[in-house]
């Protein structure tokens, strides 16, 4: 086989691979949208509507993400509409994500709680930063012994290869309307002025971050930061500074919203777990998605509230 007959194969093999992520994409995406309200239009009686948040927070198109803002924001609604949906638990097991997304989640969920629909976070392995922000606009939190939590903080990074450029002899040439249009530029140092302007972002993010902990809980804003410098805590240290409400399983969650909601113990809990088809896709998805793509798509946020170890 010569070489252009190999080339042309690698291009319509790329080219297929591209095809069938497409219709993935797609097919989640419709799925996932006509399911959102399908999954809790049974004949049961009143119940618990779950909702969770498994892994990075971002505001994307992607239903393929894991916590997508968008998906869980029409979750919460689909599940406040129905007249059988007494309580709900937000099930978390997120590092947290972007700014703006977990903040429209913490919104959501204060606006329902207005409506005076009991929410509670039961938190998984790790329900830190943006997990833990969300997890503060529910009534209570319940959080297993070893859960990691807190990182109440902002982060921004971007990586600094001048060095390397310096040694491969790779210059770029910039062409911009403004002395900041490529601040954090990957290629040069930061300058102070620039570092300056992005610790002002990284500053009014992090009050709102501590301002609405502080509200979700029903705590003064004085008694979260000294807690509020960044560090993480397992579930027990949690409850010990009031930053968590109670021990406790998953299933403990949900039998605390069936007490505040004054239901049976053995109402229906209508989940929000993937269906059949939804779980074929996601893994022939995670087989075709090159991980430089989701790696890339990862940082369009400037700065995030995340736990990053």
């Known amino acids: 086989m010569d070489k252009n007959r190999r080339i042309l194969i690698a291009i319509l ?16 995406t419709m799925q996932r949208q006509m399911t959102i309200g399908a ?46 949906i007494r309580a709900i638990v937000i099930r978390i097991n997120s590092p947290g994500g972007t ?22 976070a039961s938190m998984g392995d790790v329900a830190a930063s943006g997990g833990y922000y969300i997890a503060s606009a529910c009534n209570a939190i319940v ?23 310096d040694k491969l002899g790779i210059r770029m040439n910039v062409i911009k309307s403004g002395r900041y249009k490529d601040i954090l530029a990957m290629h040069r140092e930061i300058s102070p002025e620039e570092l300056q302007l992005i610790q002002q972002i990284i500053d009014s993010s992090y009050q709102k971050f501590v301002h609405d902990v502080a509200a979700g809980r029903n705590m003064a804003v004085s ?6 410098d960044g560090r993480v805590f397992t579930g027990n ?36 777990t993937a269906s059949p088809i939804e779980r074929l896709l996601m893994t022939m998805s995670s087989f075709f998605k090159p991980k430089l793509e989701q790696m890339v798509n990862s940082q369009y946020s400037l700065v995030e509230y995340s736990y990053m170890p």
């Open 39 to 84: 999954r809790i239009n049974l004949t049961e009686g009143p119940g618990v509507g779950i909702v969770r948040v498994y892994g990075r927070i971002e505001a994307t198109g992607d239903m393929m993400a894991q916590a997508n803002a968008d998906y869980i924001v029409k979750r919460l609604d689909a599940l406040a509409q129905d007249s059988r």
């Open 99 to 120: 700014v703006a997304a977990t903040q429209e989640i913490y919104t959501k969920i204060l606006s329902l709680r207005k409506k005076n629909i009991p929410i509670i």
């Open 223 to 228: 008694d979260i930061m000294p807690y509020a």
């Open 13 to 28: 093999a790329m080219v297929v691979f591209a095809v069938v992520l497409a219709i993935i994409q797609i097919s989640i």
């Open 237 to 272: 240290q949690a409850v010990e500074y009031k930053l968590a409400d109670e021990l406790g399983s998953y299933d403990d969650a949900v039998n605390k919203a069936r007490t505040l909601a004054k239901l049976p113990v053995d109402s229906a809990v209508y989940d929000d």
């Open 143 to 165: 959080v297993n012994y070893g859960t990691i939590t807190g990182s109440i903080g902002v982060i921004a990074m971007a990586p600094n290869l001048k060095g390397l450029f």
